[in-house]
């Protein structure tokens, strides 16, 4: 099943392994079961350190456990982790047998220092670049704490499980038989929600911060440029951010960013944070910025968690969202039929029929992946015309189970209470009201930015895009802004990098030439 190229990579991360591993197997007579025992085996034969046994006694089958003797570690694999999963079995292998994970010690004595049981289920797919974050993090706090269990599942290998539970998107996270997430969540984000005393804690060690000088808001392409670029200069530098990565994380495949041939997402997303670490930056992740407002020559930015932070420059970088169709029935039957993701929760979707909601290249790339998954995809475009390239185009028409409808404007999505059964649309040049059964709607309409926060404090184009220049200057004096939130003509990775070093570049330029306020004071 391993090359032997992924092999001899594997050996040498397995010769790290401090103690024995024991992979305990619960396998049954299907063909997903022989494809499971022969990478087992393949795993045990390159390590002295790992033992392979079967008990068959798991109420998940084919499954798989990993623990350590004389530890008491709780970690399961339903189905295959292959995929981008693959990943995550190789660092429960390594966890497992004492190497040490690459997390913060602040971050592992919370973990250790949690209180009573805890047992995850996530269900995930392996073509979802999401998932791989959940299930490491819950394996690593499995690995730490002997009260925290956790059972990683395919969905498409358990479908009878999946459609008992109503999963229709991925990665979905059980706690104690109840839902308890879904969609990408890091380490920090579980913790806060099981742990809120240590979010209160944290508020208050951020409100006890000292002014920066530059203070970027948001940690996706253009906020690391910017962070990185101001901690060059030797300034005091901080980044808050909802989330380390921004929507890059969202992206499966990236192909255009230049001298980086191919890399996905979270790949990039996690090298972002590796570089921004790499200098005097004080990051405060999890945060969620709600108020902007000026005093003398101090800004101050107020965060959902209560606390605020002070500067006396800010760059605001807090990029974009999928946009929604805000159309009746949406928002109930999100991540219950609805979703914005074809490549995590497209495998969800095996043999049904779904819709596909745009016609550019985000969409027609979707309906391209989807149709050699599902029965059958409707595309509905609302223009009269697919704005896609010419070749997903013509890629898109030459699939048999595609119907391309233009002029179509949806109107509802139907459902029975509990999942999607269809959407309602109207065609635009006749009036003509339509339905589609179906099972899933995959929206693909383009970006929202995350400016509302700033409405009535910063000079906004009508789509809400933060009106800057050339040098990424705002309509306050040192208050300046990069990649998706703001005016910039096209939302590209790399366009975001760049801007993100102009108006850090802007914000120092700024800094030097206008009179601190001690100095005012000492004249």
Known sequence: MLDSTIKTQLKAYLDRLTRPVAIVASPDDTPRSAEMMELLTEIAALSDKITLSRDGTAERRPSFALTSPGQNIHISFAGLPMGHEFTSLVLALLQTGGHPPKVEQAIQDQIRALGGAFHFETYFSQSCQNCPDVVQALNLMAVLNPGVTHDAIDGADFKAEVEAREVMSVPTIYLNGKLFGQGRMGLEEILSKIDTSAAEKEAAKIAAKEPFEVLVIGGGPAGAAAAIYAARKGIRTGIAAERFGGQVLDTNSIENLISVPHTEGPKLGTALETHVREYDVDIMNLQTAKALTQEGGMFSVALESGAVLKARTVIVSTGARWRS????????????????????????????????????????????????????????????????????????????????????????????????????????????????????????????????????????????????????ATSIPGVFAAGDCTTVPYKQIVIAIGGGATASLAAFDHLIRVTAPAAENAA
């Not at 159309?327 to 074809?342: A, D, I, L, M």
């Not at 999942?419 to 899933?440: F, I, K, Q, W």
């Not at 906004?460 to 220049?469: K, Q």
């Open 325 to 472: 169709m805000n159309v009746p029935g949406e928002q109930e039957y999100r991540n219950k039929g609805v979703t914005y993701c074809p490549h995590c929760d497209g495998p969800l979707f095996k043999g049904k029929r779904v819709a596909v909601i745009g016609g550019g290249n985000s969409g027609v790339e979707a309906a391209i992946d989807l149709a050699g998954v599902v029965d059958h995809v409707t595309l509905l475009e609302f223009a009269d015309t697919l704005r896609a390239d010419e070749v997903l185009q013509r890629k898109l028409r030459s699939m048999p189970n595609v119907e391309i409808v233009t002029s179509a404007r949806t109107t509802e999505v139907k459902g029975d209470g509990v999942r999607v059964t269809g959407l309602a649309y109207e065609d635009r040049t006749t009036g003509e009201m339509n339905e589609v059964p179906l099972s899933g709607i995959f929206v693909q309409i383009g970006l929202l930015p995350n400016t509302e926060w700033l409405k009535g404090t910063l000079d906004l184009n009508p789509r809400g895009e933060i009106v800057i220049d050339a040098h990424g």
